[in-house]
Every structure is written in structure tokens, then in C-alpha cells.
């Protein structure tokens, strides 16, 4: 068989599903959280390519005042940095013998649409937390390592001071405080029975310290990462651990219209037209494969607008 025969072979068995492909796309855990931190920078055509990073150049002071018949005050352009993405393949298959599928009680293939989609979002979730909870990936003024008491499961820590100090933290660089906080599970539950928040609860008529108190008390909207992986011997570790991240993300996480000016923490670059599921058979025909593919790289792209606390839990 020929190169160009064999290939249109493949061509016919390996066939897109429209249907599963968006059942892949409309499929959202809801414990994911990668897209707060990194959201998706959709449509591009290029697997690899650079980006701009643009300077502090409308935070300097500028001489305006201009004389009579004297010249105007011109700007001195900077030279804007650039960095550069690389989107790294994704995929996940699932086997679907035909004596399966003609004994399955439910729908094979979407149960195997779902498990293939959730596996690669559980990897995208791990790397944006390995990412963004990262020392070495901020600057001396963006981080912070609690320790001893000062650790939130401790009595006489200040969370709220911490939080008050990161938003300075940022404000002094970027001229922005957070508008979303990320925290692990852990932390959360670590706030919860702070007494700083704790007093909040008794002049109101709650018995618990919820997450909308928390949000109150810090005017800050609280994103919890709440997923867990596991490992091949079945032990389960939580992929946002003893953390927090305050982030300035732009207008557009809430859907409102942005400049490509202002500063932004992070991005995921998705290739146009993914993430797809296609299907194909192998084994003469008796099995059917399930695939989900992807393509994408999750980078920080302005380090500045995250502060980073670790070691919440003494």
C-alpha cells in the first residue's frame, strides 16, 4: 500500500464527532479553577509565538508644562520586552470494545467523552497550580513565607493584615490592588475558625463563618481550589495546598471590555479550534477509541500582579 493510500486509510477512520467535540468544549469541572489565574487567550493559529510585554511607562512623570512658541513635550518611546509561548500537545484515548458497547447500561461514549476531558483538565489544573504557586516565579516584594505564629492556623495571626500588605504590595507597582484571591482548600478551612473572622459572625444571625464573610470582611472576591489528585498507589494530595494568591486580572475575567495596556497576571494560549474529540477503530474494527486532544501553555506574563503567601498552616 502506498504512503498516500495508507494515509487517506487513516483519514477515513479517524473521523472529528461534532457532537462529542462539543460536548468536550460545554464540559467544565467545577472545581477547575485555571481559568481565574490563566485565562484562555483563544484563536491563535501558531503553536509557538511572541508575545509583547509591555512597560511601567504611563506610571512616569512626565515634564507637560510647554511655553509660549516652544516645542512640545515628546515622549521618549520604550522598547517593549517580549517573551514567547510554545503550546505542548494534550491528549487522552479511551477503548470502547464493540461487545461493550452493545452490553452497556449507559452511554459509553459520552461517560468515555467526559473521562478523557476531565483528565486533561485535571493536568492543565495541576500545571497552573505548580505554576502559580511557585516562590521563584516572583519578585522579593510579591511573595510572602508565613512562619511560627504568623501562620493563619495560628490564633494571633493577622490574615487580614497579610491580605492589607499584599494589596499595598501591588498597588505600589502596578497601581492596582487584587480583585481575586485564590486559595487552597486548606487555607479556607483554616479561616474559617480564625477569630478575626469569627468575630465577624457574632453580631449577625450566621453560626458558621462562610465564604461570603470571608469575602466581606476582605472586600475581595475568594476563588477555592478544591481539586485533588492522586497518585498510583490511590493516595489522594490536594493540588492548591496551604496557600493564597492575590491577583489583579482585567475586565475581561468578568467579561467587560479591556485594553491590551493593563497589567495582567497570567494567560493560558490555546491553539484556534481546540480542545477536539475524534474518534477511531483499531483491532479490525472491534474497538473504538475516544480521543481528546488539546493544545496550549499556561504563562505568568506579568509577575507583578500576583502576591503569593505560602506556609498558611503552621
Request: proline share 4%.
Amino acid at each position: 500500500m502506498g504512503k498516500n493510500q495508507f494515509a487517506d486509510q487513516l483519514s477515513g477512520l479517524r473521523v472529528v464527532d461534532p457532537i462529542l467535540t462539543n460536548l468536550a468544549r460545554g464540559y467544565t469541572n467545577a472545581d477547575s479553577i485555571a481559568d481565574i489565574a490563566f485565562p484562555i487567550v483563544g484563536g491563535l493559529t501558531l503553536e509557538s509565538s511572541v508575545y509583547i510585554l509591555f512597560g511601567k511607562e504611563a506610571f512616569r512623570l512626565y515634564n507637560t508644562e510647554r511655553a509660549i512658541r516652544g516645542n512640545s513635550n515628546r515622549i521618549a518611546p520604550g522598547k517593549p520586552s517580549s517573551d514567547k509561548y510554545v503550546m505542548t500537545e494534550h491528549d487522552l484515548e479511551y477503548p470502547i470494545d464493540y461487545r461493550e458497547d452493545q452490553d452497556a447500561a449507559f452511554a459509553l461514549q459520552k461517560y468515555a467523552t467526559n473521562l478523557v476531558v476531565a483528565g486533561i483538565q485535571l493536568r492543565r489544573e495541576k500545571l497552573a497550580a505548580d505554576l502559580a504557586c511557585n516562590p521563584a516565579n516572583y519578585g522579593a516584594g510579591n511573595k510572602l513565607a508565613l512562619a511560627g505564629d504568623d501562620c493563619f492556623s495560628e490564633p494571633a495571626s493577622d490574615p487580614v493584615g497579610v491580605t492589607q500588605d499584599g494589596d499595598e504590595a501591588l498597588r505600589s507597582q502596578i497601581a492596582k490592588r487584587s480583585n481575586i484571591i485564590i486559595v487552597g482548600a486548606s487555607t479556607l478551612s483554616l479561616w474559617k475558625k480564625h477569630p478575626q473572622f469569627l468575630a465577624r459572625i457574632k453580631s449577625t444571625e450566621n453560626k458558621v463563618v462562610t465564604k461570603a464573610i470571608i469575602e466581606e470582611v476582605l472586600e475581595k472576591k475568594i476563588v477555592v481550589g478544591e481539586m485533588i489528585y492522586t497518585d498510583d498507589a490511590g493516595n489522594a494530595f490536594d493540588i492548591w495546598g496551604d496557600m493564597m494568591l492575590m491577583l489583579y486580572q482585567p475586565a475581561a475575567v468578568t467579561g467587560q471590555e479591556r485594553t491590551m495596556y493593563e497589567p495582567s497576571y497570567g494567560y493560558t494560549f490555546r491553539k484556534k479550534n481546540k480542545p477536539v474529540v475524534d474518534t477511531y477503530v483499531t483491532n479490525g474494527g472491534k474497538v473504538q477509541l475516544i480521543r481528546n486532544t488539546d493544545l496550549f501553555d499556561l504563562k505568568i506574563v506579568g509577575a507583578d500582579a500576583g502576591y503569593l503567601v505560602t506556609n498558611t498552616k503552621k
